[in-house]
């Protein structure tokens, strides 16, 4: 089974920067995506960024453009998202999930097309 292992919250100041791990196994087919979404207490989830597995094509929400950035290091089946100039509105859990077939979506479906497995979710607030 594909398990996803979320990692990296903690707690910065305003305009810090803070990097999220999400570590995968147990992925048998090669036509795949894993995305980060978040979700703000009282909120509905945000679907944020998200990164095919050839790695050569990534998509980011406006609310994260410029600010985040999506990687992967294939050799450790790891999934990063770097996360730079946080700001109090990026304060939420943070999960990492992945949703196979994407090509049939593309990237940008990640907003209305449900992923198939899930990881925990890790904290990451941003104090002012």
């Known amino acids: 089974d594909v398990q996803l292992q979320a990692s990296g919250g903690g707690l910065v100041q305003a305009g810090e920067s803070l990097r999220l791990s999400c570590a995968a196994s147990?992925?048998?087919?090669?036509?795949?995506?894993i995305g980060w979404f978040r979700q703000a207490q009282g909120q509905e989830r945000e679907a944020i960024s998200s990164?095919?597995?050839?790695?050569?094509?990534?998509y980011y929400a406006d609310s994260v453009q410029g600010r985040f950035t999506i990687s992967t290091n294939n050799a450790k089946n790891t999934v990063y998202l770097q996360m730079n100039s946080l700001n109090r509105e990026d304060t939420a859990v943070y999960y990492c999930?992945?949703?196979?077939?994407?090509?049939?979506?593309?990237?940008?479906?990640?907003?209305?097309?449900?992923?198939?497995?899930w990881g925990q979710g890790t904290l990451v607030t941003v104090s002012s």
């Open positions: 999930a992945l949703k196979q077939g994407i090509s049939r979506y593309g990237l940008g479906s990640m907003k209305v097309v449900p992923y198939d497995y």
């Open positions: 147990g992925i048998t087919f090669d036509d795949y995506a």
């Open positions: 990164i095919s597995s050839s790695s050569d094509r990534a």
